[in-house]
């Protein structure tokens, strides 16, 4: 069976609902103790690399940029095997971002990878 995925900023409060709880933010958010964010796993080497995050800024004229160059990126990234067994070992999984952005930002362009363009080994 298929994991659920949801993505949420990481500041939202923690909900049982959430399920596994997947930070995949290369740096850890400003202002949250490790308690309350209630992070269950943290991915970081899934993130975008720091060039191209500083490339992007959650600029919504560079997304389909962004987009394009971030797949490329999971798809050589050995990290995407762990999370690929992530997704296997749990039912319902929530990815966590710290941006103000919420409809530009890694964790979308990561769910639309997992949900459309996804090569599972």
């Not at 202002?31 to 490339?55: F, M, N, Y």
Request: hydrophobic share 35%; net charge positive; glycine share 4%.
């Amino acid at each position: 069976m298929a994991a659920e995925y949801f993505i949420k900023r990481v500041y939202e409060p923690y909900h049982k609902n959430d399920g596994y709880r997947i930070l995949v933010d290369r740096l850890w958010p400003r202002g949250l103790s490790k308690e309350k964010a209630h992070v269950d796993c943290w991915l970081k080497q899934i993130a975008p690399t720091d060039e191209l995050r500083k490339w992007f800024a959650h600029d919504p004229a560079k997304w389909n940029g962004f987009i394009k160059k971030y797949k490329e990126e999971i798809e050589q990234n050995p990290a995407k095997e762990e999370l690929l067994e992530l997704t296997n070992e749990h039912k319902r999984i929530t990815f966590l971002y710290s941006t103000k952005e919420e409809n530009y930002n890694n964790a979308t362009a990561l769910l639309q990878w997992l949900q459309h363009g996804t090569k599972k080994a």
